[in-house]
């Protein structure tokens, strides 16, 4: 069942595996690599509950010198005190330029570990290894790392591409039917900006966290990876074209943010964003609100929020939206729809139109 899709960026291109027992290559995957003596596996405690045993022996088994790394689960971990913490870690671990990081969980492990391997030693190569659908489809892929500021998500990082990705099926399991609805939000995401018959697909029989693995789930998630293998083989350091995976991201990044880091989810956080999105995309012309009726009815469906938390103030909002990374000036910009399967980026409004919006969400 295994799938590959490959991300072209010259030197720097690599392959995404995904395959039920995934995991179990790993060593394999690694000792491939060129020059690859040791490895660290940055994993969380929920993840290393099932998986941080199988990926040890997979990397020792393939003569790989594999310590390891547990640190705690949410979003306040992706900061400065873990990324220090993994910086001393690897110093103990002796991992100079022929190691590797090995980032073991979900996106919150794959950036805070991918940013470390961006910075110690001023760069050293690591391997993304996802164990939720968010991660599988989304962050593990592109290269994007980085960590958290109080101020906002992801101002501190660095793009740094992943030697290879392991993206194992079966760890889809382990996951809650909330996290896999986080994941749903990126899927639905790809269709919005790129895919309008993936969309439809979803739209019309959303996958399931209760199915096992099979070859519909390795389509549906290669299929993601491969809208964002293009665009970012286009675009790889988000200088145009790249922006429009921030679709609902934008509003989704504040609420995250306001609402406190673990209160929502990433992908709940985006699914209300893409709903901003929506909504102001048509105030903008020429999405519509048939279209924005679809979409509210499908994050519905897989269990996603649509409306942002009732404690969440407009002013705190739109403060939070000055410190977003494509502001310019304080005014925030916006993917909108024009279509199911279009999107433009750098999309601006007057206030006015912005606080209707937001104040429009939920009804």
């Known amino acids: 069942m295994e799938r590959i899709v490959n ?14 027992g995934a995991v179990r290559r790993l060593g394999e995957r690694c000792a491939a690599l060129p020059d690859v003596a040791s490895a660290l596996v940055v994993t969380d405690e929920n993840v290393a509950k099932y998986a941080l045993r199988p990926a040890l022996d997979s990397l020792r088994s393939a003569g790989l010198r594999a310590e390891s790394e547990t640190l705690p689960p949410g979003e306040p971990t992706k900061s400065e005190p873990f990324l220090f913490r993994l910086y001393r870690c690897a110093i103990t671990a002796g991992l100079d330029r022929r190691g590797v990081f090995i980032a073991l969980g979900g996106g919150v492990i794959g950036d805070l570990a991918g940013f470390a391997a961006a910075t110690f030693l001023r760069g050293v190569r690591y391997v993304q290894v996802p164990t939720t659908l968010l991660a599988m489809v989304d962050s593990s892929v592109g290269g ?26 079966d760890l889809l399991r382990t996951l809650p039917p909330r996290e896999w609805a986080a994941g749903m939000a990126e899927v639905i995401k790809y269709g919005m900006i790129w895919d309008a018959a993936l969309f439809a697909e979803i739209e019309s029989n959303p996958p399931s966290p209760y199915d096992p693995p099979n070859e519909r789930l390795a389509r549906l998630i290669a299929r993601c990876c491969e809208i964002k293998a293009e665009v970012v083989g286009r675009d790889e350091r988000e200088s145009d074209l790249r922006a429009i995976l ?3 991201h934008t509003v989704g990044h504040a609420v995250e ?17 893409m709903v901003f999105a929506a909504r102001l995309s048509e105030r903008l012309g020429p999405w519509s609100a048939d279209d924005t009726a679809r979409l509210v009815r499908l994050l519905k469906r897989v269990g996603l929020p649509t409306a942002p938390p009732k404690s969440l103030m407009w002013p705190d909002v739109r403060r939070a939206l000055s410190a977003d990374k494509k ?33 429009g969400l939920g009804e």
């Open 257 to 273: 943010a306001l609402a406190g880091y673990g209160s929502l989810l990433h992908g709940e956080a985006v699914a209300i964003g």
């Open 7 to 20: 991300v072209e960026l010259g030197p720097r291109s690599y392959g995404i595996h995904i395959a039920p």
């Open 246 to 248: 921030n679709f609902g």
């Open 144 to 169: 994007k790392t980085g960590i958290d500021l109080p101020e906002g998500k992801n101002l501190v990082g660095a793009f740094h591409q992943p030697s290879v990705v392991v993206a194992d099926l």
């Open 327 to 359: 502001s310019r000036g304080g005014a925030p910009r916006f993917v909108v729809a024009e279509c199911l399967g279009r999107v433009r980026s750098g999309a601006t409004a007057p206030e006015a139109i912005l606080e209707e919006v937001w104040h």
